[in-house]
């Protein structure tokens, strides 16, 4: 049973940093891709950043782009999303997924439980 389990995130200040970690169980992931989404109070879930677990490669929306890094740790099965310069507009809850297709939409077969993320200004 594929099991994904979000941590790290918190409160931080406009401008800071924070690193969230997806530990993934319960099968190999190396032909999947893995996936950071963040919904944001009264909005849709939204794609953040993607990256194909076996090769590495990555896409960030454009909201994201120079601020996000998302990597992947094979020895430790474990997905990072280091986010840098934050803003006010990050703050949601982040989700991560995985699936062995890439879709930017939220049809993903499975999902962690969410971590909340908040920017103050």
């Known amino acids: 049973q594929v099991q994904l389990v979000e941590s790290g995130g918190g409160l931080v200040q406009a401008g800071g940093s924070l690193r969230l970690s997806c530990a993934a169980s319960?099968?190999?992931?190396?032909?999947?891709?893995m996936a950071w989404f963040r919904q944001a109070p009264g909005k849709e879930r939204e794609l953040v950043a993607a990256?194909?677990?076996?090769?590495?490669?990555?896409r960030y929306a454009d909201s994201v782009k120079g601020r996000f890094t998302i990597s992947r740790d094979n020895a430790k099965n474990t997905m990072y999303l280091q986010m840098n310069n934050l803003e006010p507009e990050d703050t949601a809850v982040y989700y991560c997924?995985?699936?062995?297709?890439?879709?930017?939409?939220?049809?993903?077969?499975?999902w962690g439980q969410g971590t909340q993320v908040t920017v103050s200004s």
């Open positions: 997924a995985a699936d062995l297709r890439y879709r930017a939409n939220t049809t993903y077969n499975y």
């Open positions: 319960g099968r190999t992931f190396s032909n999947y891709y």
């Open positions: 990256i194909n677990w076996g090769s590495g490669s990555v």
